[in-house]
């Protein structure tokens, strides 16, 4: 077996290229002539229904079936996964709620540090949501082309945040 060296003698020598005269035979073309990606549909935006909001979650969403999902997921599946994440928040919110005003009560005397276990609670509760959408997801939605996740964005009426499930096609 044999090995091919390159020379060392013209390692460390510098060559000039020569350029070649680029024929003009290739129309350039321009970035607005270039095929435009096909536009993304809207997603689809499910947002809090209920009455109490801790932290921008409210405590149930709207399980109304949105027209724009007509012909790719049936209405009782919708409602089957909306239903599911309203029991999850059914569940954690009112414990959510009650730390909260624990939480203000004993503001002043703990210098704020009574508001973590809220903080840390609505957290637990963001995070048990988005992995029963994944669950939703990979169970049906993924198989229709949807993606379901829980999304943060500005609220309509205020400067406050307010999550909301989404649904996007394509993922």
């Known amino acids: 077996m044999s090995v091919l060296l390159p020379n060392m003698a013209d390692f460390d020598t510098i060559y000039e290229l020569e350029e070649e005269e680029e024929e003009e035979s290739e129309p350039v073309v321009r970035s607005q002539q270039l095929p435009r990606p096909r536009d993304a549909p809207d997603p689809v935006a499910v947002r809090g229904a209920g009455h109490i909001t801790v932290f921008g979650l409210s405590n149930k969403f709207d399980t109304e079936f949105p027209s724009v999902l007509t012909g790719k997921v049936a209405p009782e599946?919708?409602?089957?996964?909306?239903?599911?994440?309203?029991?999850?928040?059914?569940?954690?919110?009112?414990?959510?709620?009650?730390?909260?005003?624990?939480?203000?009560?004993?503001?002043?005397?703990?210098?704020?540090?009574?508001?973590?276990?809220?903080?840390?609670?609505?957290?637990?509760?963001?995070?048990?949501?988005?992995?029963?959408?994944?669950?939703?997801?990979?169970?049906?939605?993924?198989?229709?082309?949807?993606?379901?996740?829980?999304?943060?964005?500005?609220?309509?009426?205020?400067?406050?945040?307010?999550?909301?499930?989404?649904?996007?096609?394509?993922?």
């Open 77 to 171: 599946e919708f409602k089957t996964s909306i239903s599911r994440v309203n029991a999850c928040l059914r569940k954690n919110l009112p414990v959510n709620v009650k730390w909260l005003l624990c939480g203000c009560l004993c503001c002043c005397c703990t210098l704020g540090c009574s508001l973590w276990p809220v903080v840390c609670l609505n957290k637990r509760t963001r995070r048990s949501i988005q992995k029963l959408l994944e669950w939703e997801n990979n169970r049906l939605y993924h198989k229709l082309g949807l993606h379901w996740k829980l999304s943060k964005r500005k609220c309509e009426t205020s400067n406050m945040m307010e999550y909301f499930a989404q649904s996007q096609e394509g993922k």
